[in-house]
């Protein structure tokens, strides 16, 4: 079975610090993509990166980065100098090649990230 | 514009009163998913259909229907609706096989309250 596991459930800081959100997954597939989406007050999903199984290059897009590392199964997402725009829920997630699960999407339980000005 | 569009947004409903939340997409996808989000549980797959007359169970389909008549068309039926669907409630679609690299166009959400 596919697991997503986000065990910070809350995170606070101060703006303009750096804050990492961790996320590690379980899966038997060999080709899987994992997903990180945010979810501002307003309520909808925004889309943020996706990552394959055989690319473990890190991202950086502006104060956003991500570090996969398939060595412990984790795809952590860093935001640096966080403003208050960040506040949101942060979910991570996994999908696999397809087969038994189509096109399923399996998300962690997610992380409320707050940033205080 | 590439959309999923859910209707309606908010509602709030009485225990056992059939209701139906909409879901389309413009993007001639074949996968359609909805899913149901709770806090400390994230979101969770209710139902699927992989294309239009196939649907599948997800992992929470207690209490839900679906139906797949027209591609572009996946609605959610709650005939009988109680208090423990009260969520927040997302569709999703995608191209099948492609969803992993073109990733998943969400719906606004539709907000469920039932009292």
């Known amino acids: 079975a596919q697991k997503v596991t986000q065990a910070q459930t809350e995170i606070s800081v101060v703006e303009k610090e750096d804050v990492t959100l961790d996320c590690v997954y379980e899966?038997?597939?060999?080709?899987?993509?994992l997903f990180w989406y945010k979810q501002p007050p307003s309520g909808e999903l925004v889309f943020l990166i996706r990552?394959?199984?055989?690319?473990?290059q890190n991202e950086i897009s502006g104060r956003y980065s991500w570090n996969f590392q398939k060595s412990t199964s984790s795809f952590n997402f860093t935001i640096t100098a966080s403003q208050v725009v960040d506040s949101a829920v942060y979910f991570c997630?996994?999908?696999?090649?397809?087969?038994?699960?189509?096109?399923?999407?399996?998300f962690g339980a997610g992380t409320i990230l707050r940033v205080k000005s | 514009e590439a959309q999923v569009t859910q209707n309606p947004r908010y509602l709030i409903t009485v225990t056992g009163k059939k209701l139906t939340v909409t879901c389309s997409q413009n993007?001639?996808?074949?996968?359609m998913s909805w899913y149901r989000q709770d806090p400390g549980l994230g979101l969770r797959q209710i139902y699927y259909?992989?294309?239009?007359?196939?649907?599948d169970k997800g992992d929470v389909p207690e209490g839900y229907k679906v139906s797949r008549k027209e591609k572009r068309n996946f609605p959610l039926i709650l005939e009988s609706p109680s208090p423990n669907q009260t969520s927040l409630y997302f569709c999703?679609?995608?191209?099948?096989?492609?969803?992993?690299?073109?990733?998943?166009?969400f719906g606004s959400g539709t907000r469920l309250t039932v009292v």
């Open positions: 259909s992989m294309n239009v007359e196939v649907t």
């Open positions: 899966t038997r597939d060999t080709t899987y993509y």
């Open positions: 990552r394959n199984s055989f690319d473990e």
């Open positions: 993007m001639n996808h074949e996968y």
């Open positions: 999703a679609s995608s191209l099948i096989g492609q969803a992993n690299n073109y990733g998943y166009t």
């Open positions: 997630a996994l999908s696999g090649e397809g087969g038994e699960y189509g096109n399923k999407l399996v």
